[in-house]
């Protein structure tokens, strides 16, 4: 064997020993990681207290507007204040994005609390006599700290007449630092901030 093909057997001895040091290397790092923990998911349940609305009337739910990053499936958490700092939480998302998720508790929440006024969306009851928007602005919450919802409400007469704008602001201390403990809070935080809307709601609906 000349000088020259020697020299090419042990590079090429070289480079294949290094390949095979980088895929070993690549098996055992997969391996180390181990199986990827599953994602989890929350749904929103608000209990409010039996509530009469004097009236057996129909009340619409139009929407619930949300932006940005709360407006999603994630479960947020506030990081920060001063600027006021929001993160998602890896690997907890509500079941579905959040404004269909406020949407549903707050019906459902109002129906099971009211004894004669009913609830549903615009498209179930287009031809209820009145009308409520919610605007979120925040729904999330600091570990061992306290959830917090606000939002703005909005209610019509079926004539487009205002009779009830106002804003509200829920909150609950957060028992522990998991994502659980967070969702709990939210719900009970809901729970505060609906009631005082259903409070006012009645007053806005009576005849004048």
């Not at 929350?42 to 004097?54: E, H, K, N, R, W």
């Not at 479960?75 to 579905?96: A, K, L, N, S």
Request: aromatic share 8%; proline share 4%.
């Amino acid at each position: 064997m000349t000088r020259t093909e020697k020299s090419r057997s042990e590079m090429f001895f070289v480079k294949k020993t290094l390949l095979l040091c980088v895929a070993a290397g690549f098996l055992l790092s997969c391996s180390a990681a181990g199986p990827r923990t599953p994602d989890t998911h929350y749904d929103l349940a608000v209990t409010l207290p039996s509530q009469s609305f004097g009236s057996s009337t129909a009340i619409a739910l139009q929407r619930v507007d949300m932006r940005g990053l709360q407006s999603g499936r994630a479960v947020v958490m506030i990081t920060g204040d001063m600027p006021r700092q929001f993160q998602e939480v890896r690997g907890h998302y509500w079941h579905v994005a959040a404004p269909t998720l406020i949407e549903r508790a707050f019906l459902a929440a109002m129906n099971t609390a009211s004894t004669d006024a009913h609830f549903g969306t615009g498209k179930a009851m287009p031809d209820a006599a009145f009308r409520l928007a919610l605007v979120v602005n925040e729904f999330a919450f600091a570990p061992q700290g306290m959830a917090s919802i606000s939002f703005e409400a909005v209610m019509t007469r079926r004539t487009g007449e205002i009779v009830l704008s106002e804003s509200y602001h829920g909150t609950a201390p957060v028992a522990g630092a998991d994502a659980s403990d967070g969702v709990l809070a939210l719900s009970a935080a809901a729970g505060t901030a609906f009631a005082a809307l259903a409070g006012d709601m009645t007053s806005a609906i009576q005849p004048q």
